[in-house]
């Protein structure tokens, strides 16, 4: 009996090192007593230290010395008001404070400068800095301190209170609500992009969507419309600060600092970790800093309790950062390895049913409430990364079967679109793909470690993320360098620009237009129209007439005289449909409202199309041109006379005007030539105007650019300029390339046809889409202004993929999924504790999660699943309730979570090998998806789904109301226009 | 490539902190968008804003037109095309978008004289959410005619995504620096060139003189020193988006989606691969106009009346024929249809499709022969042609006669009124030598609750449809390795793998039948999988 014990005991530890073999943790080397904190204020220019971490000391062991250090305090912090910070002298007998200030160490005004930069800078809002101090790195963080409500003022350290307040403050987070009427839908709810929106069952829809969408957020096109709104965040916030009675009057700047690492030279190895660490898992370390900061703003407002409260967030912060950087990692995550080594493929698969099915054996019976199915349930539910994982590729040309397979699509993506993939991977890991957008970490209580483990292990498979690669063979920018300066010293002189070239005599058409110069050719199209385009975009337009002034010499001028310039108004007849308008601003400057209805997602490709016109025209107007002092050569005069050869340096604004009329030229030809566009065609147009519009433009273009190419003045005449002119005069329709009058047919197409419902539309078919909408809109070559810089060969790198980063300090995927610890941790998408006393963490955790979201982007719930193996429990608590603390709820199996394990059990159990239960279970988490489209579809098109018939829509479409909320998760995901209303 | 903008800066004695080169990505696309954001000015406001433009207030040195050596860079700029990506490089003294611009400008100015740099020369970051996310890297270069014999330049890389920005910092800060290093070390030998030139000249004296700024030009002695800034920037951004790549796994298309494409390969090849035996000229047509039904069914379509869907036919056929026909479909009987109307014939069959996967549906919509069972389960005939006896004795099938009730139209009736019409007068007549099993399939029951159920809409139903299919495929794919690729197998096992699987006796026809419509690839892949595990 003894012996069989032993046995047993022996192959169960064999069995748990099966999933903690490999490299074991190594913890790497922190000490947290090493990071400082530095805090100064700036109060109208003065500057002065508040706290230092390394010149504090314990009052118990320097009691002696409490009236010296608090008056050390009260000296350095004078300048902001004295009156309160003396208090803290006088209440010091009542409050035994824990920690005293000493003198500041000997750096602390070098560490100020480097803080708060050299000279007093204004500024909106808080800023980050990073800096260096040799080994050393300095986070900063300068802010304004909000106050916390009054009550707080009272200061007990009453955290929930200063997470309310802020949460009330304006930050230009809060701004994008994703409610927000007109706000497109998308899954970070942040912008209104047109999006070619694939319908609901798209495959891959979410993962595609959310990467292309930041890549768009943090694009620079977005700054216009992102600094409007932050601005007047920017602006609201000061005033809802107002002067705070009971705290420092008048509003000062805090500078605080984290130094991490010691001053001695450390060991380089660790010191490159530690640095790699803190660079990628940096917005995990701004949430903490963001929690300190909140303390210190707490602190600032409570004089006597300022160092003790400091501290005691100092330490916090300490603990935080060591948990983050040293606690022991899951070895081999199930996931991320099968993706990761496909060669041991097999041996994790054989390995992992074998714990899974052990576990279903054990845990999943009436006894312990089927706890197996309720925990997988849980975080198929919330870690939501899986569903695309199962979502069916389109038609993949590919002669073998994939199972699951890399989508192909995210390397054009990332070519086209760039985004951060370690941004896309937190994004995976805490399931935040889905509409509304949520956040997810998974909590293992146990006090048996090895269960505890065994199904840390487990759920590695479920929760799911992309995997990360690094790729170090890039070359080198050394060699690059000595390479192409050997080049370029051999090309000597730069040669002439084939620009646009003159015509040698005079068009006769020109000609003909300028002597008639003080025609004024009038097609005006007005009146407000009421624009329904494609069913979606649906907005009202003025359409005022488009003027196209143009300045400009007869040709029988002396360029000289600028004042003189005959002035040629044309207005301009642009042909104004729908297409035009629905994407034309309105009248009042508003921002193009891009409602999406709620019913359909449409693509909207060709809003692109239409932008460009409106381009066009405004390019067309160029006053700017004109009123420009410095411009002393007429834009004609310049052009027809051959003499007029003024070499004149480019000024910024003939930069500009380089890029934006060349940009107008080529949009105006995509415009006319999108066949899509159903309209009055220009052919309605009198010819005779007709040929005015485009050479007109053309013309100021090509002088614009000559300004800039005063060498190609005088170079060979004629050729392509007058080939140009001359096609345009003749058909008034610039050719166009078989391929972009093609392209932008297909483009127009999926939003014109089928607007009830669109078909699925494949990733692979979104990339070629985009793929070509890019190219449609850079199809005019020879008009591009681009022609006009020096055209350099791109520089080669490799790019070939490398292997997938398995070291923790450089990715999430390896990184967040922790080991069995002693208690509860921060941060971690999974991890297992022993710890149950931790609500109270918990609860701030939830807070911080919404508050300062580590995806930088709004979270509208965060979600925290904790499951107690030693009472069978699985636990939701989630941020949204507004009780506090927050409503525990007890999660149900889904059924069809519950026959899927029992599945995988029972084939397994008939000896059917490893692999193959796991394509069950991939074919089983498939058919779930497949549910949830149903169910999508179902309350799309029911025409009012009341959150009561449950029971109806179950019975009808033959699921278990256990199911709903996993279903409806999901279809958030898929079917982002659903606000769902059930459950 | 990423979202960022790298530019050159230098702190010039005249004109202060100044942006002298910078390089960004274009997307065309991009490109487009972004400068739209301008056009949110109304026409009446046009005319401000233009002329903000020319007077652009944060540039002084262009309001004035003031030409500094110092301060200037290249006339034309540069651009490198990235076609592979879609992305063009563009170099100029500054960026083209007013936004952008006064962006980099405010990081230029932080750089070079608000923000400190411990140590002087190295790299710091800093930024907020409005004015941009700023990687800055200064540096000085030697120069005998500069006060103090230096001047200050900075590199700054400018994105919005802060996080990417400091995520990229290993890679960017070793790189900047070998840029750096390539100037100074360039400078240098100017510098002391210039120095051995001019031993005498006191340090003063230059100040008093204030000479003009020299431009880096100059400095370096490198007429190209700006393009091979150009080139190292553009190898800084595409080089560091490329760095980090992710893979992401999808799903297996689905096994109708596998099917499809196994066909398009079909017809590619002009032959197919399954029915290749024994093929004749005649039957390569008719599997050539199968395939085009089977695409494409809206341009096979043919002017007809013409059932809508499968729920359209169970109302014309009652409920309990239907239930009688679908049985027969769902379980692999030939159902032979017999019709003067080719229209009818093909709509049946397309309604009668969506209870079966993909690969179940092998259709001959409308044939002058009869065409033997392993070919087709849907057969469509003219009405002269007799079925041979031997099939009537030997083949499981049903055969439906579609005709018309008598009665003539009156001429009045638009074309849209006489087909309604004349769906209405539609006469099944149905007849099998086959006995069908007592009990037909579980799904057929769910898959008839779903069709009678008014409160589903077409759509709703098509997904249900589509939900049951795949949820039996599954069961279908578990019983194909199962008998396929398991070895011996008991009776025994054999009832207990259809317990798991949750199938009953009366399923067991679908499921045989079922597993003919699994995809090639999917049975190689089981095949050989099974093979390599064992």
């Known amino acids: 009996m003894a012996l069989l014990k032993i046995f047993q005991n022996r192959k169960c530890g064999r069995n748990s090192n099966l999933f903690n073999k490999g490299k074991e943790w190594k913890t790497p080397d922190f000490d947290p007593s090493q990071i400082r904190l530095l805090l100064y204020s700036e109060l109208d220019g003065n500057r002065s230290i508040l706290f230092d971490s390394k010149s504090v000391i314990k009052v118990e062991e320097k009691q002696s010395r409490c009236s010296r250090s608090s008056k050390c305090h009260r000296r350095e912090t004078q300048p902001n008001t004295s009156p309160n910070t003396s208090a803290g002298e006088n209440s010091c007998p009542r409050y035994q404070a824990k920690y005293q200030l000493t003198k500041p160490c000997s750096d602390f005004k070098t560490l100020e400068e480097v803080l708060f930069g050299s000279v007093g800078m204004a500024q909106k809002g808080s800023s980050l800095k990073v800096h260096f101090l040799w080994s050393q790195m300095l986070l900063t963080k300068v802010f304004i301190p909000t106050t916390p409500k009054q009550e707080s003022l009272h200061c007990d350290l009453d955290l929930d209170q200063s997470y309310q307040s802020q949460g009330e403050q304006t930050s230009p987070r809060l701004i994008y609500q994703p409610e927000k009427p007109h706000t497109n839908v998308t899954s970070s709810g942040s912008f209104h992009t047109p999006f070619p929106s694939p319908s609901s069952n798209a495959s891959s829809y979410s993962s595609m969507h959310r990467r292309w969408m930041r890549s768009m957020a943090t694009s620079f096109e977005g700054i216009k419309k992102r600094n409007s709104q932050d601005n007047l965040a920017a602006q609201d916030a000061p005033n809802s600060l107002g002067p705070q009675p009971g705290c420092r009057k008048r509003k000062s700047k805090l500078a605080l600092g984290i130094v991490f690492g010691g001053d001695q030279k450390q060991n380089e190895q660790e010191n490159l970790i530690f640095q790699n660490f803190f660079f990628s898992h940096i917005t995990l370390i701004e949430g903490h800093l963001e929690k300190l900061k909140m303390a210190v703003e707490k602190a600032y407002c409570s004089k006597n309790k300022f160092v003790d409260i400091v501290m005691e967030a100092l330490e916090i912060f300490r603990g935080d950062i060591m948990d983050l950087y040293t606690t022991p990692r899951l070895s081999e995550p199930v996931w991320l390895s099968m993706m990761s080594h496909p060669s041991y493929r097999y041996q994790i698969c054989e390995t992992f049913m074998r714990e899974l099915v052990s576990l279903i054996n054990k845990f999943d019976s009436k006894n312990n409430e089927f706890f197996m199915s309720t925990l997988v349930t849980a975080v198929l539910t919330h870690h939501l990364a899986w569903v695309p994982t199962v979502t069916p590729a389109g038609g993949t040309p590919s002669k073998t079967y994939l199972h699951n397979h890399s989508a192909k699509w995210v390397d054009t993506l990332a070519k086209t679109h760039p985004y951060n993939p370690l941004w896309a991977q937190l994004g995976d890991m805490y399931g935040a793909i889905g509409y509304p957008l949520k956040i997810a970490r998974t909590i293992i209580v146990g006090k048996k470690a090895d269960i505890v483990r065994k199904i840390l292990y487990i759920l590695s498979y479920f929760i799911r993320c992309s995997d990360v690669h690094e790729n170090s063979e890039l070359g080198s920018l050394k060699s690059f360098l000595e390479d192409i300066s050997l080049e370029a010293q051999e090309e000597d002189k730069t040669p002439v620009q084939e620009g646009f070239k003159f015509p040698t005599g005079a068009d006769e058409k020109l000609e003909n237009y300028y002597n008639n110069s003080n025609s004024v050719i009038n097609v005006t199209d007005s009146g407000t129209h009421d624009v329904h385009s494609s069913g979606d975009f649906n907005r009202s337009v003025d359409r005022k007439s488009l003027k196209l002034d143009l300045h400009g010499h007869p040709i029988l001028h002396e360029g000289s005289d600028v004042k003189r310039n005959n002035e040629v108004e044309s207005s301009l007849e642009m042909n104004q449909d729908e297409g035009y308008c629905s994407i034309v601003q309105s009248e009042d400057g508003e921002k193009i409202k891009c409602r999406l209805s709620t019913d359909n997602v449409v693509e909207n490709v060709r809003i692109e199309t239409v932008r460009n016109v409106n381009r066009a025209i405004t390019n067309g107007t160029c006053e700017e041109k004109v009123t420009n002092p410095a411009n002393t050569t007429s834009v004609f005069s310049s052009k027809l006379s051959h003499k007029e050869a003024t070499v004149k340096t480019p000024s910024t604004a003939d930069i500009k005007h380089l890029y934006l009329s060349e940009r107008s030229l080529s949009m105006f030809n995509e415009y006319m030539d999108d066949d899509s566009i ?306 | 490539t990423m979202n960022a903008i790298i530019s050159l800066c230098h702190f010039c004695e005249a004109h202060g902190p100044q942006v002298i080169f910078c390089t960004q990505p274009l997307h065309p696309l991009e490109r487009t968008i972004s400068t739209d954001s301008d056009d949110t000015v109304t026409d009446g406001r046009k005319a401000a804003r233009s002329s903000s433009i020319t007077n652009e207030p944060t540039t002084p040195t262009s309001a004035k037109n003031e030409f500094c050596r110092g301060c200037s860079s290249e006339k034309t700029g540069f651009i490198s095309r990235d076609d592979d990506a879609q992305v063009n490089y563009i170099s100029s003294k500054q960026p083209y978008d007013r936004e952008v611009y006064s962006m980099s400008r405010q990081a230029c100015l932080k750089s070079l004289t608000g923000e400190v740099c411990p140590g002087k020369d190295g790299p710091i970051f800093f930024g907020n959410d409005q004015q941009g996310h700023v990687l800055s890297y200064t540096f000085h270069i030697n120069d005998t005619q500069a006060r103090g014999s230096c001047t200050r330049y900075s590199i700054l890389v400018v994105m919005m995504d802060k996080i990417y920005l400091l995520n990229s910092w290993p890679f960017l800060v070793p790189h900047l620096k070998t840029v750096i290093e390539h100037i100074t070390k360039k400078a240098n030998v100017v510098y002391e060139r210039e120095k051995i030139k001019l031993p005498l000249q006191p340090p003063q004296a230059s100040r008093v003189r204030s000479k003009p700024a020299r431009s880096l030009i100059d400095l370096t002695d490198d007429r190209n020193i700006f393009k091979i800034l150009h080139l190292s920037f553009v190898w800084i951004l595409k080089a560091c988006g490329n760095r980090i790549t992710e893979t992401l796994l999808e799903g297996p298309p689905t096994e109708d989606s596998i099917i499809d494409m196994e066909k398009q390969e079909e017809t590619e090849e002009g032959f197919c691969l399954i029915f290749s035996k024994k093929v004749n000229i005649d039957e390569v047509e008719e599997e050539s106009s ?82 033997e069972s392993w070919k087709c389960n849907f057969l469509g005939l003219v009405p002269e042609v007799e079925l041979p006896l031997h099939i009537m004795s030997d083949e499981s099938f049903v055969l439906v006669e579609i005709s018309l009730e ?75 390795k199962f008998t396929k690729a398991g070895g011996n197998r008991t009776a025994e096992d054999t009832k207990k793998l259809m317990q798991v699987i949750g199938a009953k006796e009366e399923d067991t026809p679908l499921l045989k039948f079922w597993m003919q419509g699994l995809s090639l690839q999917y049975r190689q892949h089981i095949l050989t999988a099974s093979k390599s595990s064992r």
């Open chain 1, 678 to 983: 159903e309209t009055k065609t220009i052919d309605e147009v009198p010819e005779d105007k007709r040929v005015v519009i485009h050479p007109a433009i053309r013309d100021l273009v090509t002088s614009q650019s000559l300004e800039c190419l005063p060498e190609a003045l005088e170079a060979e005449v004629g050729g392509t300029h007058q080939r140009r002119l001359g096609s345009v005069g003749q058909t008034a329709r610039p050719k166009v390339s078989p391929l972009s009058r093609q392209i932008s047919s297909e483009l127009s197409k999926p939003s014109t046809y089928n607007p009830g419902r669109c078909r699925s539309v494949t990733p692979t078919e979104l990339n070629r889409r985009r793929h070509l909408s890019s190219t449609s809109s850079f199809d005019f070559d020879h008009m591009d202004p681009l022609v006009h810089f020096k055209e350099l060969s791109m520089p080669s790198i490799s790019s070939e993929k490398n292997s997938s980063i398995k070291m923790f300090d450089r990715n999430f995927g390896r990184s967040l999924l922790a080991d069995f610890s002693d208690h509860y941790l921060s941060n971690f998408v999974l991890h297992g504790t022993s710890d149950t006393n931790f609500k109270e963490r918990l609860i701030i955790d939830l807070h911080m999660a919404t508050q300062h979201p580590v995806l930088d982007e709004p979270i509208t719930e965060a979600v925290f699943i904790v499951a107690d193996t030693d009472k069978w429990t699985v636990d939701i608590m989630s941020s949204k309730s507004s009780d506090q603390p927050p409503k525990v709820s007890r999660v149900v199996a889904s059924q069809l979570v519950c026959n899927m394990m029992d599945a995988v059990q029972q084939l397994h159990k008939l000896k059917m090998s490893s692999e193959f239960c796991l394509m069950h279970l991939e074919d089983r988490l498939q058919e779930i998806y497949f549910k949830s489209i149903m169910l999508a579809e179902y309350l799309r098109d029911s025409k009012n789904p009341g959150p009561c018939d449950i029971k109806g829509i179950t019975k009808l479409l033959g699921f278990d109301a256990g199911d709903l909320p996993l279903l409806v998760a999901i279809a958030g995901t898929h079917s982002p226009h659903l606000s769902l209303g059930v459950v």
């Open chain 2, 290 to 371: 199968n395939n085009e039904t089977a695409e494409s069914p809206e341009t096979a379509e043919e002017e007809g009346p013409a059932i809508t869907n499968i729920r359209h036919l169970m109302k014309i056929l009652g409920e309990d024929k239907f239930h009688v026909l679908a049985h027969h479909v769902v379980i692999g009987n030939q159902i032979v249809v017999q019709s003067s109307m080719a229209s009818i014939v093909r709509s049946v069959f397309n309604a009668l499709k969506s209870l079966l996967p993909k690969g179940c549906c092998r259709v001959i919509p409308y044939s002058h022969q009869y065409e």
């Open chain 2, 406 to 480: 008598d009665q003539k139209p009156t001429d009045t009736q638009t074309k849209e009124e006489e087909n309604d019409d004349l769906l209405k007068r539609l006469v099944f007549k149905m007849a099998s030598p086959t006995t069908l099993p007592e009990k037909a399939p579980n799904a057929l029951y769910k898959m008839e609750l779903a069709l009678q159920n008014e409160d589903l809409t077409d759509t709703v139903v098509e997904h249900y449809l589509i939900c049951l299919k795949e949820e039996w495929m599954n069961k279908v794919k578990v019983r194909f």
